[in-house]
């Protein structure tokens, strides 16, 4: 049974940073497609940046763009997602997802997963 454990949120000033991690059990690490999603109170989740399973693809929201960094170790077995010049409206329960996938495949949808941690929040104060 895959399942997945995200870790790091918690509250941080506008215009500081964060660093999510993300912990994979239950299948190889290595054979999963993996990326975060958020959602924010009172709206649908959102695709905030995918890496393939081998680390060398990467995919962003476009609003995230130069602002998030998405990256993973397989020898590690972890996930991380770091995030700087964070802004209020990047206050929202962030959630770690993966589905297996082969080589070069970056999932860029929250559909596309089939796997979810339980999320953790990150509030960002002005």
């Known amino acids: 049974q895959v399942q997945l454990a995200e870790s790091g949120g918690g509250l941080v000033q506008a215009g500081g940073s964060m660093n999510l991690s993300c912990e994979l059990s239950?299948?190889?690490?290595?054979?999963?497609?993996m990326g975060w999603v958020r959602q924010a109170p009172g709206n649908e989740r959102e695709f905030v940046a995918g890496?393939?399973?081998?680390?060398?693809?990467?995919e962003y929201a476009e609003s995230m763009l130069g602002r998030f960094t998405i990256s993973r170790d397989n020898y590690k077995n972890i996930m991380h997602l770091q995030g700087h010049n964070l802004k209020p409206e990047d206050t929202a329960v962030y959630f770690c997802?993966?589905?297996?996938?082969?080589?070069?495949?970056?999932?860029?949808?929250?559909?596309?997963?089939?796997?979810w941690g339980q999320g953790t929040q990150v509030t960002v104060s002005s």
């Open positions: 890496i393939s399973r081998g680390g060398g693809f990467t």
């Open positions: 997802a993966a589905d297996r996938r082969g080589d070069g495949i970056v999932i860029n949808t929250p559909g596309g997963f089939r796997y």
């Open positions: 239950g299948g190889t690490f290595r054979n999963f497609a």
